[in-house]
């Protein structure tokens, strides 16, 4: 029997395709792990891309900045201030 297709929603564009080509890649290669390996990729980039603003990080990301800061505390990508 074969699996039921998840079917895209129309508004995609290249940059959503080539993701998904991406993705697709990655889950051939069998990575261990992997979806921890995309949220790393995905918020560290999200972060530079915001020059490290937390708030523009996480309005890209659509998570709140307490989210993201604790991400980028347990990633060591920031110090955590006591």
């Given at each position: 029997?074969a699996a039921?297709?998840?079917?895209?929603?129309?508004?995609?564009g290249?940059?959503?395709?080539?993701?998904e080509?991406?993705l697709?890649a990655?889950?051939?290669?069998?990575?261990?792990?992997?979806?921890?390996?995309?949220e790393?990729i995905v918020m560290r980039?999200?972060?530079?891309?915001?020059?490290?603003n937390q708030?523009?990080?996480?309005?890209?990301?659509?998570?709140?900045?307490?989210?993201?800061?604790?991400?980028l505390?347990r990633?060591k990508?920031?110090?955590?201030v006591?």
């Amino acid at each position: 029997m074969a699996a039921a297709r998840v079917t895209a929603p129309a508004d995609r564009g290249p940059a959503d395709e080539a993701l998904e080509q991406v993705l697709r890649a990655l889950f051939d290669e069998e990575h261990e792990h992997l979806f921890e390996r995309i949220e790393d990729i995905v918020m560290r980039v999200a972060f530079d891309f915001s020059h490290r603003n937390q708030i523009q990080a996480a309005r890209l990301l659509g998570i709140s900045r307490n989210v993201l800061r604790a991400w980028l505390i347990r990633a060591k990508a920031i110090a955590a201030v006591k």
